[in-house]
Each structure stands twice: as structure tokens, then as C-alpha cells.
């Protein structure tokens, strides 16, 4: 049975932390896999990863693929009260449909 | 590119109606459009893929019969919930993909809420 999973569920940090989101996928047919945003309203995209070892960064936040252990991190660095919101990895089919797992509830702190 | 609409963005209804969800790409040809379902606290869950032409896929534990998806042109696929109840009220949510291979069939709508009174 395919399965992404995410770890941890939810934490909390104060500004300025550095916080790693971790996602474990065991899928058939994998194409990609993505990160996105979700405050109260529709999931933002974030990150596509399809290749090993290739780090994706914008701004503060990176995400590095390993396709042989299959996992992938979202990092956050230099936390703001902005970066509040719940973190959702899915994994992707060559036709665009996604599996997503639980997300992650992170919570900045002033 | 890549821009997908959805609307209503918020509708509620009485229990026992139906409620139509439209969702339309924008500036590609989507072959293939999904409905997710999204309880509170809860993640996204695929309902059901929407090809163009031809029938759509439910997932495990959908019913077609509530959940009636027409994807009759190649820009819009309708989700129209039938005699809702509200245990369907929930945000749904569709992606669309212009077919196999595409760099960007992740794109969402931006969603409706649905509340059954």
C-alpha cells in the first residue's frame, strides 16, 4: 500500500529557529515529489523535487530529495511568525496525482 | 502558466440539496483534473480523477452517485454534490494536469468551502 509520512506532526519554535520537516514516501509509479504551504485556504507550492541530491532553495526555505532512501526535508531557516502554517508533502504520478501525507503543524513563536 | 479557478470559493446549502463546483484551467488544455477533499485538522484526500471524455476514477470509499464529476471539455470539470447532508460539508479542492509528463499538473484551485445547515 502506498504511504507518505511526515514527522514530526506539529512542533513549536521561537524566531529565529531552524526547523526540518522530514517526509517518507513508499509509492508505486513516482514521478516527483512536492512541498506546499497551507494557511487556512488552499495548499501554496513550495518545492517540486525529481532528482537525487539536488537541493531546491527559495529564501529561507531549502528541500533536498533522496530518492535511493526515499525521503525528502524541508528546512526553514531563520524562522518568522509568517512561516506559521501547516507543511504538507505528496508525492506525485507521471499523470499529476498526488498523495499527500498528514502535514506538519509548525507554530513560530515571537 | 499553469492557472487553475475554482468556483464558488464559499457556499452552504440546506441539507438535501445539490451544490455545483466548478473548476476551470486557464491557460492550458487539462486533460486530467482531480477533486480532492480536505476534512478540518485534516489532510488532502483524493475523491476522484476527471478525464476528459470519458468517466471519472473514484477512489476507495467515494460514491459516485453522491459525488457526480463531468469533465466534458478540455478546460472545466464539474463536481456537484448531491443531496448534501452535513457530514459532506468539508473544503474540496481540484488540481488540473494538461496530461502525462507535465512539469506543472499540480496546480490547485483555490478551493470551496461548503458548509450543509
Known amino acids: 500500500e502506498d504511504k507518505v509520512v511526515q514527522s514530526p506532526l506539529s512542533l513549536v519554535v521561537h524566531e529565529g529557529d531552524t526547523v526540518t520537516l522530514n517526509c517518507s514516501y513508499e509509492?508505486?509509479?513516482?514521478?516527483?515529489l512536492l512541498w506546499y504551504k497551507q494557511e487556512k485556504k488552499a495548499p501554496t507550492f513550495l518545492f517540486m523535487l525529481?532528482?537525487?541530491?539536488i537541493e531546491k532553495k527559495s529564501g529561507r526555505l531549502s528541500s533536498i530529495l533522496d530518492k535511493k532512501e526515499l525521503f525528502s526535508i524541508l528546512n526553514i531557516t531563520a524562522t518568522q511568525t509568517g512561516d506559521s502554517a501547516v507543511y504538507l508533502c505528496?508525492?506525485?504520478?507521471?499523470?499529476?496525482?498526488?498523495?499527500f501525507g498528514a502535514g506538519t503543524q509548525v507554530v513560530v513563536t515571537p | 502558466g499553469a492557472v487553475v479557478s475554482q468556483h464558488p470559493s464559499r457556499v452552504i446549502c440546506k441539507s438535501g440539496t445539490s451544490v455545483k463546483i466548478e473548476c476551470r484551467s486557464l491557460?492550458?488544455?487539462?486533460?486530467?483534473m482531480f477533486w480532492y477533499r480536505q476534512f478540518p485538522k485534516q489532510s488532502l484526500m483524493l475523491m476522484a480523477t476527471?478525464?476528459?471524455?470519458?468517466?471519472?476514477?473514484?477512489e476507495q470509499g467515494v460514491e459516485k452517485d453522491k459525488f457526480l464529476i463531468n469533465h466534458a471539455s478540455l478546460t472545466l470539470s464539474t463536481l456537484t454534490v448531491t443531496s448534501a447532508h452535513p457530514e459532506d460539508s468539508s473544503f474540496y479542492i481540484c488540481?488540473?494536469?494538461?496530461?502525462?509528463?507535465?512539469?506543472?499538473?499540480?496546480?490547485f484551485g483555490s478551493g470551496t468551502r461548503l458548509t450543509v445547515v
Open positions: 505528496a508525492v506525485g504520478d507521471s499523470w499529476g496525482k498526488l498523495q
Open positions: 491557460d492550458f488544455q487539462a486533460t486530467t
Open positions: 476527471s478525464n476528459e471524455g470519458s468517466k471519472a476514477t473514484y
Open positions: 488540481s488540473a494536469s494538461p496530461g502525462q509528463g507535465a512539469s506543472y499538473g499540480y496546480t
Open positions: 525529481t532528482s537525487s541530491g
Open positions: 509509492v508505486t509509479n513516482f514521478r516527483s
